[in-house]
């Protein structure tokens, strides 16, 4: 029973209250999830300033002024900072994201990678949702759009690496509420066709197979519909890149979303009351997912 929401932002005038808004909203579903949590933010200029590549990782033991200084020798001249966010430092760079990506491999071979691009931060931790938020300084987080998710575990540990979102392709992120039954057997074709894992999640499995799909050319949802026909169990997917936001249930729509949309913002989360606080949502359309359906908006 994990809590998901998400904010899609249409006005640009609420860019700045993206953080803020997220946060309240996030902060409604704790109990859904109350093991660990994370967001990914798109556009936030501390993280992801502009013209820079971001990576966001963890580290384990190493602070952010000991990665900073590993990682400036590896790539000097490219203004390279490393912003602490608790559990998750985001390393950016004026460099390109697989630059960036396999410098951090390459200096820090234990760290996980959790997201890169030009614009998503992706944070993640063990703890409350609440104490995880002011962790990361989310409420003054600014930009177009917010993806956040509180887990409960059930088949995996708790741990930053197992925590949603699922960040594997440039500027992609994937939350899940349910759980997959056959992710072992597509597991098993996706590293059979070389993909790595950095956890034992079926989420994790779910986001490998869209950014698959992404990266042989599909657009978001055609990937989600394929995703549909490979994968059994129950599930509510929320999936984002840097200019779509897209939602989907599985067949019997088992498990709970719902959507609001007005002209200046789309918002899903798993029960109304996250939603509840979002300025004009009293005049905003919203619906219930249905079933196998794909519903996506672009920026």
Known sequence: MCGIVGLHLREPSLYPRLGELLTGML???????????????????????????????????????????????????????????GQTLVVNAATGVDQLVAAVRTALPTAVVIGQGEDVAVLKGVGHPQVLAAEFGLAGAQGWQGVAHTRMATESAVTPAHCHPFSVGPDQCLVHNGSFANHATIRRELKAAGVEFDSDNDSEVGARFVAAQLAAGYDLEKSLKLLCERFDGFYTLLVATRDSFA??????????AVVAETPQWVAMASEYRALAGLPGVESARIFEPEPEEVYAWQR
């Open 247 to 256: 939602v989907v249930r599985d067949a019997i729509a088992c498990k709970p």
């Open 27 to 85: 902060c409604q579903v704790t109990e859904r999830g109350p093991d660990s949590a994370g967001v990914a933010v798109y556009g936030d200029p501390r993280w992801s300033p502009a013209g820079h590549a971001s990576v966001s990782v963890l580290t384990g033991a190493a602070s952010a002024a000991e990665v900073a200084g590993v990682l400036r020798a590896a790539l000097p001249g490219t203004g390279l900072d490393v912003v602490d966010a």
